[in-house]
């Protein structure tokens, strides 16, 4: 079973970096095909995917976010870690990461989600 946690503080404020966590168990995010996502909900708005990392370490990212968003990997702690620098309270909402199948060309499996506030 794949299991994904997502941590990082709840709180942050206005300019600074907000940055999380995604701790996979159950498989290696390096195994072929899995790319690794962050997504996003504002409230009141649908998902929005922010960015993924691929199984060979290439990122990807939404153009909107792009010059703000930095995602990366620890191999050896089976982590990607996402990176949103100059925040705003547009960037208020509920993060999660995911797993996606390229084969399925679905997302197969989702952390819980964590409330990220960006508030002076």
């Known amino acids: 079973q794949v299991q994904l946690q997502e941590s990082g503080p709840g709180l942050v404020k206005p300019s600074q970096t907000l940055s999380l966590t995604c701790t996979v168990s159950?498989?290696?995010?390096?195994?072929?095909?899995?790319?690794w996502s962050w997504i996003r909900q504002p409230p009141g708005k649908g998902l929005e995917w922010i960015g993924d990392?691929?199984?060979?370490?290439?990122?990807y990212y939404r153009p909107s976010l792009k010059s703000r968003t930095s995602i990366s990997r620890d191999t050896s702690k089976n982590q990607f870690t996402l990176q949103l620098s100059s925040v705003t309270p547009e960037d208020t909402g509920l993060y999660y990461c995911?797993?996606?199948?390229?084969?399925?060309?679905?997302?197969?499996?989702w952390g819980q989600g964590t409330q990220v506030t960006v508030s002076s």
């Open positions: 990392i691929g199984f060979l370490g290439s990122t």
């Open positions: 159950g498989d290696s995010i390096t195994t072929d095909d899995y790319w």
């Open positions: 995911a797993r996606y199948a390229r084969e399925y060309e679905a997302y197969d499996y």
